[in-house]
């Protein structure tokens, strides 16, 4: 079974300074997909970033990137200008190619000091 | 409607009791999934409707869980003679169709048994 390990429970930075979360996860399957995940307060889960595990650039989506690395089985989330606003929760998932469902990371709380 | 609807937002029922959640996904999303979210945990994969085709139940916990869903619209997730241990956050999201990345998900209800 695919597992998702996020080993940060907590992290802060200072406003405008740039962060990043860790993530790592288990599985023995080639294609698969990758997504960052933001959970304010409301609890509603917001799509921060998605990564194709068949391409070889990392993604990127405006001050959100990442850095993927496939062999090593590694997906860390890079926030810059970090803002009051992304306080929340950030949780990885893994999706194989072959299913449907979510497997999720256990979450790590982002702070930011203003 | 314009996002994926859950209710109640909160309920709390006594240990022993039936509960029924209810989740309206959007307008023309075939699929449809339900999350557990324990405290301070990700979320696990309970349940997938594509169409009208047979659920993936894989992740229900036990046959205390069950979960309906008639057609492409409302979906009711039923927690049978509840325990302490099902108090969550029960969380919904749909999608256009199988293999979509677009999940919106909703805002969940906490469940609390006392």
């Known amino acids: 079974a695919q597992t998702v390990t996020q080993s940060q429970p907590e992290m802060s930075v200072q406003e405008a300074e740039t962060v990043t979360l860790s993530c790592t996860y288990d599985?023995?399957?080639?294609?698969?997909?990758l997504f960052w995940y933001k959970q304010p307060p409301s609890r509603q889960m917001i799509l921060v970033i998605r990564q194709e595990a068949y391409k070889q650039q990392n993604a990127t989506e405006n001050r959100f990137s990442v850095n993927f690395q496939k062999a090593a089985k590694s997906f860390s989330l890079k926030i810059s200008d970090s803002q009051l606003g992304d306080a929340a929760m950030y949780f990885c998932a893994y999706r194989s190619a072959k299913a449907q469902k979510l497997v999720f990371g256990q979450g790590t709380r982002l702070t930011i000091n203003p | 409607g314009a996002g994926v609807s859950q209710s109640p937002s909160n309920k709390v029922t006594e240990k022993g009791k039936d509960v029924e959640l209810r989740c309206d996904p959007i307008s023309g999303h075939t699929a449809l999934y339900w999350y557990r979210q324990r405290l301070g945990q990700g979320l696990e994969f309970l349940i997938y409707f594509q169409g009208n085709s047979a659920p993936d139940k894989s992740g229900l916990p036990s046959d205390r869980f069950s979960a309906e869903r008639t057609g492409e619209s409302v979906s009711t997730l039923t927690i049978q003679r509840t325990q302490q241990e099902d108090s969550a956050v029960y969380l919904c999201?749909?999608?256009?169709?199988?293999?979509?990345?677009?999940?919106?998900f909703g805002s969940g209800t906490r469940l609390t048994v006392v």
């Open positions: 599985t023995s399957e080639s294609d698969y997909y």
């Open positions: 999201a749909s999608s256009r169709r199988q293999g979509q990345f677009d999940y919106t």
